[in-house]
């Protein structure tokens, strides 16, 4: 079994910054994971799509609303993937999640929580105003 831990969550006024890290361990990744995600979900709302990173190469992908501001990276050695966010708003206030993929996908496919097989339980993101 695969096991995704983040960190890295808190409490910020709105213009700061956090870093999100999340950690990948278990047998069946003797591999690299084909991609590695964050999504976020906020109360009372469905689970949306952040940012994912593809692991062979550097391709990133965000969604609209952190483009310029969320950056997603990597550290194939320690099978980690980071998010830092800065100039957070109030309605980045949410559950991130971490995912990671165990097949190839499409670009089409990378933005779609049914793409991502493994999850983290999450940590709180809170921006306050």
């Known amino acids: 079994q695969v096991q995704l831990v983040e960190s890295g969550g808190g409490l910020v006024q709105a213009g700061g910054s956090l870093r999100l890290s999340c950690a990948a361990s278990?047998?069946?990744?003797?591999?690299?994971?084909?991609?590695m995600g964050w999504f976020r979900q906020a109360p009372g709302k469905e689970r949306e799509f952040v940012a994912t990173i593809r692991w062979g190469g550097s391709s990133t992908y965000y969604s609209d609303s952190v483009k310029g501001r969320f950056t997603i990276s990597r550290d194939n050695a320690k099978n980690t993937v980071y998010l830092q966010m800065n100039s957070l708003k109030p309605e980045d206030t949410a559950v991130y999640h971490c995912a990671a993929a165990s097949t190839y996908l499409s670009n089409s496919d990378l933005n779609a929580v049914r793409s991502y097989a493994y999850w983290g339980q999450g940590t709180q993101v809170t921006i306050s105003s």
């Open positions: 278990g047998r069946t990744f003797s591999s690299y994971p084909y991609a």
